[in-house]
């Protein structure tokens, strides 16, 4: 069982250094900064500046938690502290159902409905004209996707903290949302930052929904209504090229170690500030 | 006691609340909207092409050209896939989750650098998955087949798995493992018998999570299972996959093939609501287990 | 007399050595695994039907997934043969790429039926420089750019987002290569054609079976076909006059009238000459008697010559 144990950290390691090992022909022969800096991608040139793709998936996903985690905390916090039990129970199936939705179906719905809604009522709302196929919309489909995450870790962080807290918190004649912000939220921060970077990873990761609706241009986005080009699109669009273009599949690989090296980064983070809450807490 | 001041806080208080209530419902009533407007979509633009034929029968020929048939080979090699994903993750995760949460100290650096790595694979996008099964099938000179569509998505659900068992099994309290180790239980019967019984809802629970979202992934399927018409009768055949096929049915250029996309996609959800709703009941049904 | 005996027993005896006796038609089955080009698979599926009605025993299961899949399905093993919409990469033919040309097909620009200048542009059609203007360089920024007029009307360009042969034949066409066309990326040869219907300022391009209703043989509802300027008069001539229909436009092909590119060949790739007798088969039925559907599945035939060069490749001759 010891050895089994061993096997995620593993594995972690092996794609790591399989992704790596698959990259380094690109890696040894351009130079790093025109790799990461450069916005210039036309790998029939040799040209492979991931700049482009790298921002676009920080845009989307930046976007997508600017909507999502307003929406999920509020949901979250009604429907463990408001919410009679009959609504709790109807609204928990309707969580899991959109949890559980096969990315390939946000997509479709994304260009029937979210696109056209960018580009015929937001984007004139601000005075721009847009096809549609945007950042913005890549964001709101992302956005859905992670409800769920968010709400249902939300929910169960909350549902553990005890309920003389809040009692206590009432007695002293604080009203209902003053006895969620101060101690539901309040001791629940770090499983709502957990919660927060589950959304994160999944909305990096999310392939197939963006991707059919985030325009796939591959330059430095100027503003939300501009198409974008996050990393796993990139590789999704050009999988099937790889063997052709000599370096492209280097150069995917690479996208998709940079692509590993954000989510570990981002659980770093999350682990640093945990337990600098948890020690502020203690 | 008319003390101007406390009032007007006591007002300022109460609209906080007042606004805060608005907001919440808001939020509620956007995420119910949300999934009301994408299943009513699929079912609208479905609809005129479900039929029972549609789930009872394989693809005749021509079917992704308009002619008749069903999505049977879909439905059934989906099934086929994620069960076999499902049983290969669980015969991985619940040793390791086991492991951290019995056997190592609950502080230990070996059970924070395992949780660790298991939120770093929980968040690997799919599509690396099927890149890297497609690199591991070529090592082993598979062709698109089951067996490889089941390794690539079992390691996509290997850290959805144990990430759902661990929160469960975590929260067995330190009491009940000492009474059982005082009653003379080794470490592994106590592991086995009384905290698989204490969580058995949860880790069920967990089990369907990783099915769920193994059956409905297409990235990790793309490049591994391949696709075909008929059911598979072996391992090492092609196997069609429920979102392939709504993926192909979408990219064919006849208008009744793209419903049945639709029509597809409508199946695919109705299979993971009644996972899900038998997640929540078995849950229940086994709480009865359960030490409170 | 003697001779001519001795002649034909010569004759008979060099025929016989000559002809290598095939596997009789009921012996073989099995599968064969295709992947590939969204523009091949209509014709893929046809054609399997039809070969198993002659060998019930065989299997022929096709997926799609894109031409670049194709090749890289084929060049990697995991696929018997792969369907590539586009002409084929020295670097792939390196890699043991092993290309039979088996039917043609084309691509056509194209525009939203609601366009407020279809007028104009129906007559005037686009010459290749304008397409050049459009997609590479950029510098047509209003529909007035690319008709050469003041209009003012602004141009929403749209491309292919997945790697794949409709995208590098346009381009090709333009004389670049995919990754040089500019503009809004949608996936998938719907996906395009859907993005150009709803967008009335909108210009894209679709594989000719994507872009003709199947039933009708018109250009889908809400698509119009943009003519191209080919003799660069500045008006569409009758000759020129070839997109009414699916059939006028795989005429238009056929005989040359219609440049290629961007009409294509399309290829079935596998890794190395084929050796198994199933697969071999299957391309020389493909070559010969499967010729045949060709022109009902709404694609074009390819030349005596070029279906003989296909066999005599075959047959490693």
Known sequence: MLVLTAVPTFLVLLILIGLFIRARPILAQKPFFSLFFSSAWSPLKGDFGLLPFIMGTLWVTFVSLVLAVPISLLTAVYLSEYAPLSVREFTKPIIDLLAGLPSVIYGVWGVLLVVPLVGRVIAPLFGVTSSGYTILAGGIVLAIMIFPTIISVSLEVFSSIPYPMREASLSLGATKWETVHHVVLKKGLQGIIAAIVLGLSRAFGETMAVLMVVGNIPRLPGSVFDGGYPLPALIANNYGEMMSVPLYDAALMLAAAVLLLVVLFFNVLARLILVRVERRAA | MSHPSSLHWLRRRKLKEGIFRVLMAASVLVVIGCLALIMGTIIWKGLPAMNLSMITQTPKGGYYLGREGGILNAIVGSLYLASGATVLAILFSLPVVLYINVYAQKRSRLASLTRFSLDVLWGIPSIVYGAFGFIIMIFFGLRSSLLAGILAVGLLEFPIMSRAADEVIRMVPNELLEASYSLGATRLETALKVVVRQCLPGLLTAVLIAFGRGIGDAASVLFTAGFTDRIPTSLFQPAATLPLAIFFQLGTPFPEVQQRAYASAAILTVLILVISLLARGLGKRYTRHIIK | ?317
């Open chain 3, 1 to 317: 007399m003697k001779r001519l005996l001795g002649g034909m027993i010569t004759f008979a005896f060099i025929s016989m050595l000559a002809v290598s006796v095939p596997p009789p038609a009921q012996e073989l089955s099995g599968t064969i695994t295709l992947s590939g080009a969204w523009a091949l698979y209509p014709m893929a599926v046809k054609w399997g039907e039809e070969f198993r009605k002659l060998h019930p025993k065989v299997r022929v299961d096709v997926q799609a997934g894109g031409a670049g899949k194709g090749i890289a399905d084929a060049l990697a093993g995991v696929v018997d043969l792969g369907m590539v919409s586009r002409e084929i990469h020295p670097i792939e033919v390196e890699k043991g790429a092993f290309a039979i040309a088996v039917v043609k097909d084309g691509v056509v620009p194209t525009i939203s039926a609601k366009n407020p200048l279809l007028d104009r542009i129906l007559s005037s059609g686009l010459k290749k420089e304008a397409f050049i203007a459009v997609w590479i360089t950029e510098t047509a920024k209003t529909w007035g750019d690319a008709l050469g007029t003041a209009d003012k009307t602004a141009l929403h360009v749209y491309t292919r987002s997945d790697a794949c042969g409709a995208a590098e034949t346009w381009a090709a066409f333009l004389e670049k290569r995919q990754e040089d066309l500019k503009g809004i990326g949608v996936y998938g040869d719907p996906g395009l054609a859907e993005a150009v219907r709803r967008d009335t300022l909108g210009i894209g391009f679709n594989n000719i079976n994507y872009a003709y209703d199947a039933k009708t043989l018109k250009p889908l509802p809400g698509i119009m076909i943009l003519p191209i300027d080919l003799d660069g008069s500045g008006k569409i001539e009758p000759a020129e006059s070839v997109y009414q229909d699916r059939d006028a436009i795989t005429a238009a092909i056929a005989q040359g009238v219609y440049p290629s590119p961007p009409a294509r060949d399309l290829y079935l790739v596998s890794k190395g000459r084929p050796q198994a007798p199933l697969q071999v088969e299957f391309l020389r039925w493909v070559l010969g008697e499967g010729q045949k559907f060709v022109a009902e599945t709404g694609y074009i035939g390819l030349s005596p010559e070029k279906l003989a060069d296909g066999r005599r490749k075959i047959e490693g001759r």
